[in-house]
């Protein structure tokens, strides 16, 4: 909060243009964010309706990759946008049947409101977190990086192996690798370590995504249990 008698604070060269770069960075990033997990629930709640079939693992990975790289090379161009929609379309398709599955269980419309929810309040608390602190999270960057890639196989192996027990212990890994992710892009967004608002606005999606997905197979487990 500022004080109406504070002094103003002599920047260094350069300083007040990259602060007003960072805050248009931080700008652009949480309007388009807003704007993709817009469009992923719309397509989602159509996969939904029109109760579409999952495209499969395979599928979903060739669609997921294939579209992040096109994204990445995209980056600096205004189809560099477009990328990022058809990635949010994408993984809001694939989310739909996963959806309805939970909604079909007992109870299953809470489950999905819930993990909605807990979804909302980490992803809100974290940005939150970071943005009022400005703390450096950069030295989670190697860690994240092991953690995430060491969870998706794992995650591989628990769906060709069939293990229930190594897949929640998947989902409880990736809630807490997704929320160091939400902590370390904040930061790093905030500090000038991304400069480019549609990667960052990936990152972030991305970890709301596999939250949601993650905290759902968590609480749908829990609910099939009692």
Do not use: C
């Amino acid at each position: 909060m500022n004080h109406p008698r504070i002094q103003a604070i002599a920047l260094p060269h350069g300083g007040a243009e990259s602060i007003l770069a960072t805050n248009k960075v931080i700008r652009n990033t949480y309007l388009l964010l807003s704007m993709t997990l817009l469009f992923a629930a719309v397509t989602a709640a159509a996969s939904v309706a029109m109760k579409l079939p999952h495209p499969g693992l395979i599928l979903t990975l060739v669609g997921y990759f294939g579209l992040l790289y096109a994204t990445h090379k995209l980056k600096n161009s205004g189809w560099g946008l477009v990328s990022v929609f058809a990635l949010a379309g994408f993984l809001g398709y694939t989310l739909g049947p996963i959806v309805s599955h939970y909604l079909g269980l007992p109870n299953g419309g809470q489950t999905v409101m819930m993990a909605m929810a807990g979804t909302a309040a980490i992803f809100l608390g974290l940005s939150g977190y970071a943005l009022t602190t400005r703390k450096d999270f950069s030295f989670m960057g190697g860690f994240l990086m092991v953690g995430i890639l060491l969870a998706f196989l794992a995650g591989l192996a628990a769906i060709f192996f069939a293990i229930p027990a190594l897949s929640l212990t998947v989902s409880a890994a990736f809630v807490l690798l997704m929320s160091g992710l939400i902590l370390y892009e904040t930061s790093n967004i905030i500090h000038g370590g991304e400069t480019n608002y549609v990667m960052a606005t990936v990152t972030l999606f991305v970890s709301i995504f596999n939250l949601f997905t993650s905290l759902l197979h968590l609480l749908g487990f829990m609910n099939s249990s009692d």
